[in-house]
């Protein structure tokens, strides 16, 4: 029963650190037990890992496994000993829609111990919890090297406590379990409390992003300090590609045509990322003072969001 599409998650690392990660899961809406077991199945591995029922509560299973640090890895639990027994993982916890297995990933410094929380079999959490899956899309940011964040009132506003992965493109995803309840929270673009993105009023609650949960929840994607998903591509209306900079190389002065009316900022960076220059809307815009170089040019509509990216040439 294995998959016929898989998406690659994260190359696994191929370096002597590793760390444990301890996986259990709860059986107690789910009997009888297997004569064959509770077992563990790893992507990748060629044996099932049997797993041990834990001597206070009964109903969990647990085994610790040595896996590659800064990893992904895609598994599920088997009631039994073959992949009859495996559960059926709601599309909450998935991959994708294309890949039906679990996934966690592996940071922090080796040797370390990753305790995962005992998951209900073929549920998307744990027992009295929910399930809220965070996602966000950094193909129009520069991604910083410290990785990418979630951090809200679920877990004390600690900006490098959920670290986020891309297991699609540029689309940063991270799986959280809360009680039912309504949370604040904000995206960082690395992890101090100085990287979190500012979002635009008109999606916010006292300039947070909030979501309600009383089930299991995926929160839509947005593109990172938007209200929406990202515009990209040639063809998408409003983006860059659209319209016409010039001149380009830019002297002194360049144009954007059609005039962006819209335009809430217009922003220049360096090819490190960096923020050089921001612009309010005009009938052009001045290059003065900017060293001669290569730069992009990033619009953000009047709703804030990202518009897409130009390169130009300053002499």
């Known amino acids: 029963m294995k998959k016929a599409i898989l998406i690659t998650l994260l190359l696994l690392s191929f ?15 789910f009997q009888p037990i297997d004569p064959g077991g509770i077992n563990l199945y790893v992507e990748g591995d060629t044996v099932f890992h049997p797993m041990l029922q834990d001597p206070v509560d009964t109903m969990i299973y647990c085994v610790t496994l040595d896996l590659p640090s ?18 059926f993982i709601p599309l909450e916890s998935r991959v994708s829609d294309f890949n039906s297995d679990r996934w966690v990933c592996i940071d922090g410094p080796s040797a370390d111990t990753l305790q995962l929380v005992p998951m ?5 959490a744990p027992e009295g919890l929910r399930l809220v899956r965070y996602k966000v899309d950094l193909s129009t940011t520069v991604v910083s090297s410290n990785g990418v964040h979630v951090a809200g009132s679920f877990q004390g506003w600690n900006p490098a ?55 299991d929840t995926v929160v839509p994607t947005v593109c990172f300090a938007a209200c929406t998903p990202c515009i990209t591509g040639i063809n998408a209306p409003g983006t860059l590609h659209s319209t016409e900079v010039y001149p380009n190389p830019v002297v002194d002065r360049f144009v954007v045509q059609p005039p962006l009316n819209r335009l809430s900022l217009l922003r220049i960076y360096d090819l490190t990322g960096s923020v050089v220059r921001d612009y309010s ?35």
């Open 70 to 87: 800064d990893s992904c890895i895609q598994y599920g639990f088997l009631n039994g000993s073959d992949f009859y027994g495996l559960e």
């Open 15 to 29: 370096r002597l650190s590793a760390n444990y990660v301890s996986f259990c899961v709860d059986m107690r809406h």
């Open 120 to 124: 209900l079999f073929s549920a998307n």
């Open 161 to 215: 406590g959920n670290r986020m992965h891309n297991l699609d493109s540029l689309i940063f995803d991270v799986l959280t379990y809360v009680a039912p309840g309504t949370y604040s929270y904000l995206f960082y673009n690395g992890n101090t409390a100085g990287d979190a993105e500012t979002v635009p009023a008109v999606c916010t609650v006292n300039a947070y992003r909030e979501v309600s949960v009383v089930n």
């Open 281 to 315: 809307a005009a009938e052009s815009y001045s290059t003065e003072g900017l060293p001669s170089g290569t730069y992009r040019i990033s619009i953000t509509d009047a709703l804030g969001n990202r518009q897409g990216a130009q390169t130009i040439i300053i002499h």
